[in-house]
């Protein structure tokens, strides 16, 4: 039943992707492609001192892909930078190893499933790594201000 709940989820946020559109004021951006499946995404961050103000992606790839850059940038928003790195490693954790879901994950556990099939999860962690990716952009200039 669990399981009807999750794929319900991962469908609704592929069809009906939040936050998918190019980020105006974006000082971080990355792209990402997963070369195995064909997903490709552009994901944009807004960083204000050290904390994720908004976040978005556009692109096109499968409804895995899709659904997780969907879910992942609604999680993001509010979140310091370390703390997205956490989200990141426990998002990854999840996928690829048998750890006990965690309450931090949140919406996320609906994507526990694709960890038996090898072959997407490339998919459901291409937005995650864009997302390292776009958090080590050159910062901007720093001032002692
Ligand atoms: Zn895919």
Avoid at 26 to 53: I, S, T
């Amino acid at each position: 039943m669990v399981d009807d709940l999750y794929q319900e989820t991962i469908l609704d946020h592929s069809k009906h992707p939040r936050n998918c559109h190019v980020l105006g004021g974006a000082n971080h951006q990355a792209e990402g492609y997963n070369p195995l499946c064909g997903d490709k995404l552009k994901l944009y961050l807004r960083m204000k001192d050290d904390v994720v103000e908004d976040a978005s992606f556009v692109g096109s790839g499968c409804a895995i892909s899709t659904a997780s850059a969907s879910l992942m940038t609604e999680s993001l928003k509010g979140l310091k930078r370390d703390e997205a790195l956490k989200l990141l490693e426990r998002f990854h954790d999840l996928l690829t190893t048998d750890s006990p879901v965690t309450q931090e994950l949140g919406k996320l556990v609906v994507f526990c499933g694709v960890r038996d099939y090898p072959a997407r999860v490339k998919c459901a962690t291409l937005a995650w790594h864009t997302l390292k990716s776009a958090l080590e952009n050159k910062e901007e200039p720093v001032t002692t201000e």
